[in-house]
Every structure is written in C-alpha cells, then in structure tokens.
C-alpha cells in the first residue's frame, strides 16, 4: 500500500541520516527488523521502568595498603522477569540513544546518594561513585540535579564521585566544562574512567578538576603479556598527581602489581563482584 511504501522509504531515510547524510540507502527486510528490536527494546525498558526491574548493584573499592572496602561503585542491572539479570551494555546504550538515560541517570544517583547515606549511619562512610553517559553530561541541568539530590539525601558532596570517560572531557564542548566547574563548586569528586583508553590530551587533562584516575582494566588483565604498557599507564597518572585505581582486578599477581605500582585502591573480581545491596553489606560486616 501506499502507507507500507512511504514507511519503508521513511526507514531508509533516516538510516541515510544516521550515516552522516548526503547518501542515500535502500530499505530492506534487515533495517526493517532492526528499527522493529529497537522499538520493542524501547517500549520494554518503558515497562521495566514503570514495573521497577531495574535495580543498583555496587562493587566495593578496596585500600591497596589496608584491604578495607573503602567505597563502591554503582553498576544498574535489569532484573528482567524472564530473562534475568541483563548487563547495562544491552540498554544504556538505547537510553542514551533515546534520552531515557536523563531519567534513568537521576534514579541511579537518587538512588546511591541514598544508600551512601543508609552505610553510613551504620558507620560505613564509603566513597559512592556513579556512572555518567555523555548524554547526561550535555545536559545543562546536571549540577542543579545534583544538587537537589545531595540536599534530598543528605549526602556529602565528598562521598559522592562521578564517573566520566575521557571523551567526555574531551569532547571541546563548552557546556561540558561549564558542568565540569560547577560540579566541582557543588565539591562533589570526578573521576576518569578507563583511563587509558581514549586518546587523552594529558595538557587537557590536567585543567579538570579530577581527582581520581580509575586505569581500565584491558591494561591489568594484559599484565601478563604487555606490563611495559600497563607500567607506563599507571607512571603517567601517578606524575598526575591524583589518585589511582586499579579497575578489573581477578588475581592476587594483578592485586600485587597494584600494590607495588603504588595504586591507592583496586576493584574487581579477585575481592568480589557487584553485588546486591543486602550482600555488599555482608561483605562490610565480614571486613
Ligand atoms: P565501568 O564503569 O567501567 O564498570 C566496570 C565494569 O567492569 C562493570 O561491568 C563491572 O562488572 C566490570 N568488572 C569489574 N571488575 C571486573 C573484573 O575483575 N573482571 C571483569 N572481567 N570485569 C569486571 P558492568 O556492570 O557490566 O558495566 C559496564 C559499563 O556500563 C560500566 O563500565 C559503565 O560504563 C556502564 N554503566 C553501568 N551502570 C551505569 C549507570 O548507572 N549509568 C551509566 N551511564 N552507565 C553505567
Ligand atoms: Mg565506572
Ligand atoms: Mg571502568
């Protein structure tokens, strides 16, 4: 019908225009069936938001030098009814695409700065830190969300650290280094990401206010073949003169190596995985 073609030739043509425009593409049974799981994908998330399938987990970031749980990151799952536990990689990437992550990034911080608060009642004051997406970043609202949020939990701005990538920082967008500066105003922490991975102006970095290099984990799980590369990644953050630490970590080598690179804290698999909020507390009355 008539419909039908002028639906398929829309299909097309936002494909031409996510590949840059100035092309052209044809429709085909493949891009159809990709918009379809994407849509379905969309309206799932949609109900999983409305149902509370998503839930925090946090894995604890550990003293190199004491082996105390000395903070934790939040990592989202989907606890999904059906299929179980589904990793950030199969939906944040279709929330950032989407904008649902602007929501979603809210309720996770809500969501930690809360139980930053709830441990440390129970006298353990960790470090909380959350993950941000560049979507989150751009939007000129982030700090005043932050600082709703600090005020609606109680939470100290020192508790409380952003994770964000190297592309973020260097993205050369003004609005990214105007949330930058008052994020910091606000005294919460920033820390980089997978350090490492990006092709990081170092220059560049060194006028953000970070306070904490997290060195990706494809360098520590490479220990064994490429230490020259790993050595040289944590020599660069230590003349940096921020804090350090060791993402990924699954053996007592790895754990070794950190320790005598001199990196202050390491998380992964080696002490635990990210674990539920009843289990992290667990962990905490067992150290
Ligand atoms: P990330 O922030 O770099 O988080 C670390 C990832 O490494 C986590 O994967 C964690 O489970 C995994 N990991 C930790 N220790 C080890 C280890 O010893 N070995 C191995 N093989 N893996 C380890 P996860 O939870 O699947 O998260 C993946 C990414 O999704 C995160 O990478 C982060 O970029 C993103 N993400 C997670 N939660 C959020 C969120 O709430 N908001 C946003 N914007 N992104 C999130
Ligand atoms: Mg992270
Ligand atoms: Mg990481």
Known sequence: TLDTLMKFADLAM????????????????????????RVELESEILRAIRLEEFQLFYQPRLSTNTMRIVGAEALIRWVHPEKGLIPPSS??????E???????GEWVMMTAAAQQVQWRDRGFDLNMSVNLSPRQFRNGELAQKVAA??????????????????????????????????LSALGV???ID?????????????????????????????????????????????LMGMKIVAEGVETAEQLTWARAKGCHEFQGFFFSRPVTAEQFEQLLAAS
Do not use: W
């Not at 020192?158 to 050369?172: G, L, N, P, V």
């Open 149 to 182: 949020c600090l005020q609606a939990t109680g939470c100290r701005p020192d508790a409380f650290e952003f994770e964000i990538t190297e592309s973020i920082i260097m993205s050369k967008d003004d609005r990214v280094s105007s949330v930058i500066a008052d």
């Open 98 to 104: 989407t904008g649902l992550i602007e929501h979603g």
């Open 194 to 238: 997978d350090f490492g991975t990006g092709y990081s102006n170092l220059a560049m970095l060194q006028d953000f206010p970070v306070d904490c290099l997290k060195i990706d984990r494809s360098f520590i799980s490479g220990l064994a073949k490429n230490r020259a590369i790993a050595d040289m990644i944590v020599s660069l953050a230590k």
């Open 91 to 96: 939906f944040i990437p279709m929330c950032e």
């Open 189 to 191: 922490r920033l820390s």
């Open 14 to 37: 936002y494909r031409a225009k996510e590949d840059g425009r100035n092309c052209f593409r044809y429709f085909s049974k493949n891009l159809q069936d990709q918009v379809y799981a």
